[in-house]
């Protein structure tokens, strides 16, 4: 029965949709399907069959969706012959709000003149997807207040298209900064979806939070107390909203989120206007009979033009019980710098080929591709005997472009102390062969005249040295070569080396490296014309490495091979080990490097030993901790040990230091601590160093640091196998405590002749309107003050300083961030500046304006006694300035804003009513001119009236 009833239907649908009638008279589209658009006509043609044997005259009657037109008439007749065709045309409009990607069905019938259905045929129209919508960035500058770390931003989103959209938002914000919903939600992956329905235009606030403001500022993670109070910077976060359809569409825009300082130095043709000077002062060894004392006197300036001006100048002063208060020397530096030269003198160097220090003058000076140089220094040799040191050099460079570069150097000694007359002269050249491949070359000249009066002599040396860097296909190699002979006057005399570095990259995270270093030295020294005991220095390295990289950090695994000769003791290593770091963003920094191996000295009749060296850093937030041990022999004095006394040392050392701040109590603590441990002596040594600092509101930094160190040498295992004796490695336990107090301050010198000037501004409520500060008017913090294209915001002291402005006339802007409701920014500022002024801007007191709306309800209400919700109905009022101020009114329709002086226009909104209701009167004219008046406003919303048809009803009527 079930299967009959399911065969009938079939047949029903089957013929309903090919539009048969039993008489032989049909309907067809000629296209069942169509695509059509909201801004075109939509158009078919009707096929009519007539396969009876009569005319037939019938009425076309279309259906279609509502709010659509149909460009025909119901009323029109056609006829069709028997066994005849006609084709007729039908042409629709879509509403315009119709929805795309929806199918909508339109309905033909053919109507007899006795309005006898007679056959009828579906169109199956699809509104094409008219996609037209918008993501907005709103805010495109937000502020974070100087007392908070988060901020918010607005997007406006709009669909103005006629299909609903889903959308991706994407966040790209830096890695300081969190982006969270309203609420205060985390957004997951910094991305979400949302669907834009047709016709809508919302606006959704989102919060950005800086991720150091997150945590509770302990004391491994508070900053410095001066470095908060410059704490400041950009953030920038993209914005992209992209079609989660599969569609190209996309929108967005970019919101930069600024943490202002109080303080600015502008940037100004004159310079700076003040000359800096920092002043330390420090005293050491307090509480003992070997005080010392030291002065440093130190700044920089800018002169405008990009000329620079630095300057150090040290004194340490000795007072002891023996030798009463000396002057132990000083320490002093100038240095004046501009685009084309520069000049220094007092105590300087230079480094060419070999290191030119003491106290002279140096400068140089560029002219278009070229530049030179010089320098003069003379130094004293050996405390307070009568020679010096000498030195004279000179230098010329060329810039040719295209990556060539050349200089040429040119050097002249005379040391006193060893008879020495020396001259120097090198050269060198560097090319750019491409963007990843670079050759540079170096030779050099020298000789020496020994001058003693016994038997002078000539040495004479040379030098020679090429580096080439190559990066290619993501291989890349840096390479060094060194020759010098055992005469060539250089800090690298005698010298001879070759360094290789090979990284190949093959895979993701993982790498190949091989390291080759060879070093020799082989230098004669002379002195008075005596040649010094020739000792020969071998250090010689091989290692290979294979790397990786994980979620949890870097890996690396290395076998190394040593072969050194230091202080004729001649040793060869091999071993390998493994170095570990973790990954950057993780709060626990470690790097720990294990490697072990044997070491065989070749000239000694000894068995290989085994070496070890383990060493750890940690670093959390402030606190770093470093743990390193030895076994086996870390130096020569180690590897002594072991080939004359059979001793294999060990070692153990640990250090730790951190930064402890306390922002309120303006207090800053770095305490520090070592201890070692060494096997060979018995001997440990310990050190703590508590270094406290307190930073004064008028910066001033006060610095007292204590410094208790023990050394406690015990039983050693020399004493037996030593000629010397016991006696020599008695034990012992030596302690000490030294005490060191210091201040620091900057002081700001005017410059004579400076045409720049400081700006302060002081933003505060003006309780009395006198546009003056008085005594118990409170400044107002985060205030946002510009000053031309310069913006600061204010401190707990209602403060902003503009250093170094020229002068001449600023308009000072100012603006609120902060809650500070009732009071008001004034208007801007134009200050002439001709001097170092202060500027006050006061916040005009606002008086409250409170309202109610009143709903009158009709005789015959459809509200009942409940009456409405009257609340987020939105009350504006308007200065004859155009300046605007509103608030949303309440559950009962009460409403409270506050409103500067001045002349207003008080208007409700209309549109948040429904037409049933209407205003008495939606806006009044307000004069708002003094605090002590209680301004109160009402608006009446009165319910339309509503007419209730009566009608009787009897038996005798009938209802139509």
Not at 506 to 512: E, I, L, R, V, W
Request: with cysteine.
């Amino acid at each position: 029965m079930i299967g009959v009833l399911f065969l009938i239907i079939c047949t029903h649908a089957k013929a309903q949709n090919n539009s048969v009638v039993a008489n032989g008279f049909t309907l067809t589209f000629v296209n069942g399907t169509t695509i059509g658009s909201v801004d075109e006509v939509a158009t078919n043609v009707l096929r009519v069959k007539n396969g009876t044997s009569r005319r037939v005259t019938f009425s076309l009657d279309i259906s279609s969706p509502a709010g659509w037109s149909t460009l025909s008439s119901r009323d029109k007749n056609y006829t069709v012959a028997a066994n005849d065709s006609i084709f007729i045309p039908v042409r629709i409009i879509p509403q315009k709000n119709a929805e795309g990607n929806v199918n909508y069905f339109v309905n033909a019938s053919a109507v007899s003149n006795q309005n006898i259905l007679l056959a009828s045929t579906p169109w199956n129209l699809e509104i094409k997807k008219f996609s037209q919508w918008r993501a907005n960035v709103v805010d495109k500058v937000a502020y974070f207040p100087s007392t908070a770390d988060s901020t918010s931003f607005r997007i406006n989103f709009t669909n103005t298209g006629n299909s609903n959209e889903d959308v991706y938002v994407f966040f790209s914000p830096p890695v300081k900064v969190n982006i969270t919903d309203s609420q205060g939600n985390p957004i997951a992956e910094n991305a979400f979806s949302m669907n834009l329905p047709v016709g809508v235009d919302t606006t959704l606030r989102f919060i950005a939070k800086l991720t150091s403001g997150k945590e509770k500022e302990d004391f491994f993670s508070a900053k410095p107390m001066m470095e908060q109070e410059t704490d400041e910077g950009t953030y920038r976060v993209q914005i992209q909203v992209k079609d989660n359809s599969g569609g190209s569409a996309s929108s967005g825009g970019r919101v930069e989120l600024l943490r202002l300082g109080n303080e600015i130095k502008a940037e100004s043709e004159e310079g700076n206007s003040s000359i800096p000077i920092t002043m330390e002062f420090n005293s050491y060894n307090i509480l003992s009979q070997f005080t010392n004392f030291s002065l440093d006197l130190y700044g920089d300036t800018d002169l405008a033009l990009n000329k620079n001006l630095r300057y150090y100048y040290q004194t340490i002063i000795s007072n002891s019980a023996y030798t009463g208060t000396q002057f132990l020397g000083s320490y002093r530096f100038v240095q004046y710098t501009t685009p084309k030269y520069q000049v220094a003198a007092g105590d300087i160097g230079d480094n060419m080929e070999i290191l030119l220090n003491g106290t002279g003058i140096k400068g140089n000076y560029r002219y278009d591709k070229f530049k030179v140089g010089g320098i003069y220094v003379r130094r004293q040799q050996n405390g307070n005997l009568e020679n010096y040191l000498t030195n004279i050099g000179a230098r010329v460079g060329y810039n040719g472009g295209k990556g060539i570069q050349l200089e040429a150097q040119a050097v002249s000694r005379k040391d006193e102390f060893n008879d020495i007359d020396g001259s120097l002269a090198t050269v060198e050249g560097s090319y750019r062969i491409s963007q990843s491949q670079r050759l540079s070359v170096n030779a050099g000249f020298s000789q020496e005249k020994h001058t003693q009066s016994t038997n002078p002599f000539v040495t004479t040396g040379y030098g020679f040295g090429a580096r080439y860097t190559v990066t290619y296909k993501g291989i890349s190699l840096a390479s060094q070569a060194r020759l010098n002979s055992p005469n060539f006057l250089s800090q690298y005399r005698g010298t001879t080396s070759l360094n290789v570095n090979l990284r190949y990259p093959f895979k993701d995270g993982q790498f190949f490296s091989l390291k080759t270093d060879l070093n020799s030295r082989n230098a004669e020294i002379y002195s008075k014309g005596f040649l010094f005991p020739k000792n020969e220095f071998k250090r010689n390295v091989y290692e290979f490495q294979y790397g990786w990289s994980t979620e949890s950090g870097n890996f690396v695994l290395f076998p190394r091979i040593h072969d050194d000769e230091v202080l004729g003791i001649k040793t060869f290593t091999t071993g390998g080990g493994v170095l570990f770091s973790s990954n950057m963003q993780s709060k626990f920094r470690i790097y720990s490097r294990f490697y072990t191996g044997f070491t065989k000295a070749k000239d000694y009749d000894v068995d290989p030993y085994l070496v070890a060296r383990w060493e750890n850093t940690l670093r959390y937030k402030n606190l770093n901790v470093t743990a390193r041990y030895y076994y086996g022999p870390y130096n020569v004095l180690d590897n002594l040990r072991v080939v004359e006394d059979g001793i294999n040392p060990q070692s153990a050392y640990i250090s730790a230091f951190a930064n402890l701040n306390f922002r309120k109590a303006r207090l800053s603590v770095r305490p520090t601590f070592n201890v070692g441990y060494e096997s060979v002596l018995a001997r440990v040594r310990s050190n703590f160093s508590p270094m406290l600092t307190y930073y004064s509101k008028n910066d001033f930094q006060f610095t007292l640091t204590g410094e208790l160190f023990r050394i406690n040498q015990g039983e050693s295992p020399l004493p037996s196998v030593n000629a010397l004796g016991d006696g020599v490695f008695n034990t012992y336990t030596q302690s000490n405590f030294l005490l060191r107090f210091g201040i620091k301050k900057t002081f700001n010198v005017k410059r004579p002749g400076s045409k720049s000037h400081d700006l302060e501004v002081v933003v505060f409520k003006d309780l009395n309107g006198n546009n003056r500060r008085d005594v118990g008017e409170d400044f107002v913090n985060d205030a946002l003050i510009t000053v031309n294209d310069m913006a600061l915001m204010t401190n707990d002291q209602g403060v902003v300083i503009f250093k170094n402005l020229t002068q001449g006339e600023y308009k000072i802007k100012s603006d609120v961030l902060s809650n500070v409701e009732g009071w008001f920014k004034g208007d801007g500022q134009t200050v002439l500046l001709d001097n170092d002024r202060t500027i006050f801007i006061p916040l005009k007191r606002g008086v409250q304006v409170k309202g109610n709306i009143i709903l009158q309800q009709a005789q015959y209400s459809a509200l009942g006694t409940d009456g409405m919700n009257l609340s987020g109905i939105r009350v504006n009022m308007t200065d004859n300035l155009g300046n605007s101020y509103s608030a949303l009114s309440g559950q009962g329709g009460e409403f409270n804003l506050y409103v500067p002086f001045g002349l207003y226009t008080i208007k409700v909104n209309e549109q948040a009513v429904d037409e049933q209701f209407q205003f008495a009167q939606s806006s009044y004219t307000l004069n708002v001119n003094n605090v002590n008046v209680n301004y109160q406003v009402t608006f009446y919303l009165i319910e339309k009236s509503r007419r209730i048809n009566i009608k009787k009803f009897d038996n005798k009527e009938d209802n139509k």
